[in-house]
């Protein structure tokens, strides 16, 4: 595992760009798994900014999200296909079809949650893009998750739906649950990058990198990986 700390937020979304920006530029076809949430945003800006400004082309790239809210509308500004549509996809050079994520409104949502399965290990991962929860969790997968979990349907913490209670500023409540890549699915990635920033993240992100490796920190099965890299802010980096 290789950790970087960045001189700021700033800094450590920029370096995470240019994790992202190799591996795009490396690969005649890439296959990237994005995540969403407030310290991609900032990554997302960087590569936007690098594809108007710098050449940075995605023409070869096929995005695959990590996970997707359950029971919430499909034009809904929250979906997270709407959000990465909005703050990355839409702002380069992305193929139409470019964009693979699971279908929260599918009739049989088993049998959806074995398709996307398939469709991420058939692409495969080149690249993992990962955030990390409060409570340690990657994806949607909250503590106790097993690490030999796949693609399923789950069941969203207190915790984590506290969390992401900002997104909603209408008052809407966060949904309860949504349709997460297990982790077992994001471990067969090629290579994983973990952007972490801000005082919040720092428990979790000691825990995932000098914790035991556990189910009850989902984020520490990325020691297991033979190619994870953790970029972190001072802020995120300051209980290490």
């Known amino acids: 595992m290789r950790i970087i700390v ?13 994790i992202v920006e190799g591996f795009v530029r490396d690969q005649r076809r890439a ?5 969403t949430g407030r310290t991609t945003e900032a990554l997302y800006a960087e590569l936007v900014r690098r594809h108007q400004h710098e050449g940075l082309s995605f023409a070869g790239v096929d995005v695959y999200l990590l996970d997707e809210y359950a029971g919430i509308d499909p034009d809904d500004p929250c979906r997270f296909r709407s ?5 990355l996809t839409q702002q380069v050079d992305l193929r139409r079809d470019a964009v693979h994520c699971p279908d929260p409104d599918a009739p049989d949502l088993a049998g959806e949650c074995c398709r996307y399965e398939h469709l991420v290990r058939s692409a495969p991962i080149g690249l993992q893009i990962l ?12 503590p106790g998750s097993a690490f030999d979990s796949v693609t399923r349907i789950v069941t969203l913490s207190e915790q984590t739906r506290s969390d992401n209670a900002d997104f909603f500023s209408d008052g809407r409540p966060v949904p309860g649950r949504a349709i997460t890549q297990g982790i077992s699915t994001i471990l ?5 990058l973990l952007l972490a920033c801000g005082e919040r ?11 035991p490796v556990c189910e009850m920190v989902p984020a520490s099965a990325l020691q ?3 190619s994870a890299t953790i970029v972190l802010d001072p802020d995120a980096a300051s209980l290490l």
């Open 83 to 87: 959000v990465v549509k909005r703050e």
């Open 6 to 18: 960045a001189e700021d937020r700033v800094a450590a979304s920029q370096c995470a760009a240019v």
């Open 224 to 226: 297991l990986h033979s």
């Open 188 to 192: 067969a990635a090629a290579e994983l």
């Open 201 to 211: 993240k720092a428990a979790a992100v000691a825990r995932a990198v000098h914790g």
């Open 131 to 142: 955030g990390i929860g409060s409570n340690g969790h990657i994806a949607f997968n909250e």
């Open 31 to 35: 296959s990237l798994g994005v995540a």
